[in-house]
């Protein structure tokens, strides 16, 4: 087996990746994409909660307005 040997006395410029403008470019556009997708699901992701959030309150309401009815026609049974 063989010993790989890093060279740490000179740069490694061959190994940096070389871009120019056009691919500069392509990557900040792919960024800006990016970023646009993930502002786009989190106000998504805002709209849902918002929603469980009334729906929920929504079914606590109906929820205590049936115990309420409950408790209203159990005192006048017994009383």
Do not use: C, F
């Not at 060279?7 to 120019?20: I, K, L, N, S």
């Not at 403008?21 to 699901?41: D, F, H, I, W, Y």
């Not at 929920?56 to 309401?61: E, H, S």
């Not at 307005?65 to 408790?71: L, M, V």
Request: zero cysteines; hydrophobic letters at 45%.
């Amino acid at each position: 087996m063989t010993d790989l040997v890093i060279r740490t006395d000179r740069p490694a410029h061959d190994v940096r990746p070389r871009v120019d403008a056009r691919g500069t470019a392509m990557l900040v556009m792919n960024e800006a994409l990016a970023r646009s997708r993930q502002q786009k699901a989190e106000e998504a992701a805002r709209d849902h909660r918002l929603a469980r959030r009334l729906s929920a309150g929504r079914r606590w309401d109906r929820l205590a307005a049936y115990a309420a009815g409950r408790a209203a026609r159990a005192r006048a049974a017994s009383g």
